[in-house]
């Protein structure tokens, strides 16, 4: 029975356990100051007009409110011409790069907050492009988007609230930039019934994008991704003429994608520790010998070491126990591999979490573990 038992758990068990990931981990946001606070100091006029990360095909000055009263969050606000009373067509987009390429065929949940005092959202849509979008030639109006924006519960109100918008993305694996714009193939004129105002404006805050799959992680290189992003100063006619000089050989722009994170899920039983002690036996330390050196060529995220007993004996013997086995464990693995403190999380649950029926021996057994889940990046 030991050495079947033994033999089972030594082999790695890919599992999806959600609530441990997400205690170790974090979802990212791919887009840079995604609520529009961070505030651009400008080439030409050394003023901040504009949202770090976020450029408009307009003058900065037309489109980024600082006003608490009317930002969702914050006191930043960005807007987006949809139509004009005076001029055919006439629209503006937003658009910002992505910190990490997306994967392909893997889902993203794009959320934003949307408003406008016109019944004009459903033209709204997002576009992920390959390329930077400034340098798109194509009129808005003959472009299809990515997405159409949807509410997030129900239909869009007809009134002039902030509206929250939830879509999934299927991604191609080549997108690089995301734009938000009217991309209605029908032109918005006529009176806004604003007094004099002449723009048909629908206005945006806290906008993310986030991959849907939790073993999916933001790239090593998202630091230095938003730096360079960040220090793309041209809000104005300098960033004009730099659409005008590039606009026949846009830059392309090649960015690493997100990565993959997978758990590895490892047993160790109660007959590799000392009968209701926490010192490893020597067949314990063989097979932390044998997964240690398995770790060394991974890159390691995290790993969580959790120690079970089964329900004899006192809830605070028990989680002692449970505790003490596990942080054996974890020094186990610090004599053997050299990682920051901050990677390894212990804890013990006592007999809280059973996997086997405590009411038969063989279930008790089962019972009295130490669990690790190693989380690896590809």
Known sequence: MKQLTVSLVMNFLVTLTLLLFS???????????????????????????????????????????KSATRAHGGEHLLAIEAG?????????????PL????????????????????????????????????????????????????????????????QKVSMVYVAKGDEAFI??????????????????????????????????????????????NEQVIYEQNERHEFMRQKVRQNMSNPPVVVIPSTQFVVIDTLILPDVLFATAKSELRNDGYLMLDTICFKLRSKKIDSIVVEGHTDITGTVQINEKLAEERAWAVEAAIRERMVLQRSTIITRGWGGRIPVADNGTAAGRQLNRRVELYVYTRE
């Open 179 to 224: 734009a938000v714009a009217n991309f209605s193939r029908r032109d918005i004129r006529g009176e806004t019934n604003i007094r004099m105002e002449k723009h048909f404006f629908v206005f945006l805050d806290d906008i993310s994008l986030t991959p849907l799959d939790p073993h999916e992680h933001i790239c090593p290189e998202w630091k230095i």
């Open 99 to 162: 910190l990490c390429g997306l994967r392909k065929d893997h889902r993203y949940r794009v959320e934003f907050y949307i408003k406008s005092p016109h019944d004009i959202l459903d033209s709204v849509g997002v576009l992920f492009t390959s390329f930077d979008f400034l340098y798109g030639q194509k009129r808005l109006q003959n472009i299809t988007p990515s997405l159409f924006i949807r509410p997030a519960a129900g239909a869009f109100a007809k009134d002039s609230n902030w």
């Open 84 to 96: 004009f009373t005076g001029k055919n067509f006439n629209r503006t987009f937003v658009r910002s």
């Open 23 to 65: 205690f170790v981990s974090f979802s990212q946001n791919l887009l840079v100051n995604g609520g529009f606070e961070e505030e651009n100091t400008c080439t030409e006029y050394r003023v901040n007009c504009a949202p770090e990360g976020w450029i408009t095909n307009r003058d900065g000055f037309s489109n980024y409110f």
